[in-house]
């Protein structure tokens, strides 16, 4: 590894062990009045436009919730692209996973910001924050494929480093089982559900190697984490769905729906269960579960 690598390995790697056993993981943060909420509103596969606050019905622990609808751009979303540079990803899938990132980038607007944290069983932030769209495409330029794969820490790292006061996408791309990670499943888990960040996870799937005993373990760790943090779980098998799916991901930071409201009628510290659906509108929403708001 160069020095400049190993240099910009290191911030990441300490994120992991020493963050998760010296200091309490990410939490929510709500300002001091209001709580945000992204929605995402599907109909047959397409976006549902022009709905207003009185559409949408929150429960906040079973509490319903007066909400506000504010306009997307209000909410700036920054990104942070998560991908698997393990040995695995070599050939056909590398070039398929730097296309990808491509349409992502593609689908952001200018004043858009957006990272780029690569793994194996290292984690190594390739790209800093940034809205120079260039600085990540010459990034993605210089995906090298080695060793294991390490997807838990890898996604706890950008969940740390991604933790502000502000909402974030964190966009996670694998091709394999992880086998060199420190934290586990309900680590992680807790982590996920606890920090701001939209999570969307990408899984290579390649039909020949499917088990046909169920979903794998870590993949469904990383499906109810998605589903959770308010995100998918996107399953291509091929380049030209990947790139779609990366190209659908970035279209929906601007398609999203971000309701506010002062939490009523609910003690404020603790863990929120959320319920949020359409009153008359048709249409499936798709919004995080709960947050968490650690005592003062």
Known sequence: ?????????????????????????????????????????????????????????????????????????????????????SNSVVGERLLALRKAGEAFLDGLRPADEVSLITFSEEIVRAAPPTIDKEALRGALKRLEPEGATAVFDALYAALALSDSHDRSLVVLFTDGEDNTSILGERQLRTVAERSNALVHVVVWQDRNLLPTDGEPDQARALREIADASGGRFWTPDSPQRLRAAFAAIAASIGERYVLRYDPQGVKREGWHRLELRLRTAKGSVLARRGYWVANR
């Not at 390995?9 to 992991?16: F, G, S």
């Not at 939490?27 to 397409?46: C, I, K, L, M, P």
């Open 1 to 85: 590894m160069s020095l400049r690598s190993a240099l910009a390995v290191l911030p990441v790697l300490a994120a992991i062990p020493l963050a998760w056993a010296q200091t309490p993981p990410p939490v929510f943060r709500a300002e001091v009045a209001y709580t945000h909420v992204d929605a995402f509103v599907s109909n047959g596969g397409r976006s549902v436009s022009g709905l207003r606050a009185s559409d949408f019905e929150l429960r906040d622990n079973g509490v319903i919730q007066h909400v506000e609808l504010l306009a997307a751009d209000a909410r700036p979303l920054p990104a942070v692209l998560v991908f698997d540079t």
